[in-house]
């Protein structure tokens, strides 16, 4: 998820936080894996305080933002838990942490894989004179009949806006994003609470991952 200030920085510093915790807590429970855990807490501190730095001025303090992290603190910040997963041998635990991440993959196939059109950019629009970001939207004019379809069953659950002629025909929908049904459901918004509605969605997923960590270890790791 990414296109928004703040949104990069500040989910993967929920991951990062969420992925320490786990580090802590598990060197107390399991010491026969101590370093694992050290290993992956050797990169993940770094990684907290740099974001923190980058986050100061990409979203806290100077609104806009002054910093952008762009593609390189998004395949930073994704190499620094693709390292802790495999060196650490945590590749479970790291994609459990990434559960709207996940999400937001599905949810975006019917686009990323051409069913339905996909523009090049898909972040919302920015309004000068409101100060908010909308949700952007894509034709289904030229979509496939597969890709119609998954848009009709995403309307059905309520993850799609799609908008009609007179005749009840599809015109368009929202891009297939978490970020985009944030806006649609939610409202238009400033891209500061954007992030915090990201975040908050974030730490509660995280929430649920630690529960399903262990209370559910036995079910989901065996």
Avoid: W
């Amino acid at each position: 998820m990414a296109g928004t200030n703040g949104v990069e920085g500040a989910q993967s510093l929920v991951i990062a936080i969420s992925l320490a915790v786990n580090d802590l807590l598990q060197l107390q429970l399991n010491p026969a894996r101590a370093k694992a855990h050290s290993n992956s807490l050797y990169f993940l501190i770094p990684f907290i305080g740099v974001t923190i730095g980058y986050l100061r001025h990409n979203c806290v303090d100077r609104y806009p933002a002054r910093v952008f992290g762009g593609d390189t603190f998004t395949y930073f910040a994704g190499m620094i838990f693709a390292v802790v997963g495999a060196l650490s041998n945590l590749s479970k635990t790291v994609l459990l942490f990434m559960i709207p991440q996940i999400f937001n993959f599905l949810y975006s196939c019917p686009q990323l894989f051409h069913f339905v059109d996909c523009p090049r950019h898909r972040m919302p629009r920015f309004d000068e004179k409101t100060g908010k970001v909308y949700a952007r939207r894509f034709l289904l004019a030229n979509s496939k009949f597969l890709g119609r379809l998954m848009v009709r069953f995403l309307e059905m659950i309520g993850l799609a806006d799609v908008g009609r002629d007179k005749h009840g025909n599809m015109v368009d929908c929202n891009n297939l994003t978490i970020i985009s049904i944030i806006l649609v459901r939610c409202g238009p918004m400033s891209e500061r609470n954007l992030a915090v509605v990201v975040v908050f969605v974030q730490v509660v997923c995280s929430l649920v991952a630690f529960f399903i960590r262990y209370a559910l270890v036995h079910i989901v790791y065996n």
